[in-house]
């Protein structure tokens, strides 16, 4: 009976807000065994995992174990990221609050470079997680590569910004949407647009290699 129509797409929603909400609680209990400030760049980063497998139809059912083993395996560097943004963000804020000159054009110069630096940190945000599953670098690559990424397609990343501050929003009004899946439904949200970015970029580079490969033998023919 479920197996057409508008029941069986009832079902699929009902069974994607399951999902998400597992996920969700995951996400706080590997937080809280983290002691909150070890546990939640570690469960981001799993959660993360989780969702990108999910998008892939892969090991659906493998949530937990898909989960803890992200966790346990990427403490360390998911703790180490954690920490370079969490300073970095707290640098930045106190720069915003601290820079003033008299001289009101240099003034504004520094708050233009405070503002683009501020705009390639949100980019390493909205990337960096979704390139630690897919991709080994090392530790250092993956912040340039997280802002290489957000230069490439700015389109995604400013949807992607928008997303959030909506996202944010609702939450905002609706504040028992972010007990159940708040987390989990951002990440598969950036997971999914990150994935179509590096699809678009792909599809740059193979186009770009195309056309080098057919000017080469144009020249060779000429």
């Known amino acids: 009976m479920l ?3 508008p029941f069986k797409l009832l079902y699929l929603i009902c069974e994607w807000i399951m999902i998400l909400v597992y996920i969700n609680v995951l996400w706080v209990i590997f937080t809280l065994l983290g002691g909150v400030v070890f546990g ?15 998008l892939k139809s892969e090991d ?12 346990k395996n990427n403490f360390i560097r998911a703790n180490i990221v954690g920490l370079v943004l969490t300073l970095t ?5 106190v720069n915003f609050h601290l820079v003033h000159f008299e001289n009101e054009i240099i003034h504004f110069f520094f708050l233009m470079i405070l503002f683009m630096i501020t705009c390639f940190y949100m980019m390493v945000w909205l990337y960096i997680f979704p390139l ?3 991709y080994q670098l090392s530790l ?20 992607m910004v928008a997303f959030l501050f909506g996202t944010a929003y609702i939450f905002f009004l609706l504040s028992t949407l972010l007990v159940l899946f708040g987390v989990s439904s951002t990440c598969l949200a950036l997971a999914y647009l990150t994935d179509q970015s590096l699809k ?10 195309k056309a080098v490969l057919l000017s080469a033998k144009q020249g060779a023919h000429n």
């Open 40 to 54: 939640v760049y570690p469960a981001t980063l799993a959660t993360f995992a989780v969702v990108k497998k999910w």
């Open 89 to 93: 963000g707290v640098l930045i804020a």
């Open 60 to 71: 659906d059912a493998a949530v937990f174990t898909t989960f803890f083993q992200s966790y």
């Open 200 to 209: 678009k970029i792909a599809g740059k580079a193979a186009t770009s290699s």
């Open 132 to 134: 630690m599953i897919d």
């Open 3 to 5: 197996s057409n129509g």
């Open 140 to 159: 250092k690559n993956y912040f340039s590569q997280a802002i290489l990424v957000g230069i490439a397609t700015p389109f995604r990343t400013m949807m």
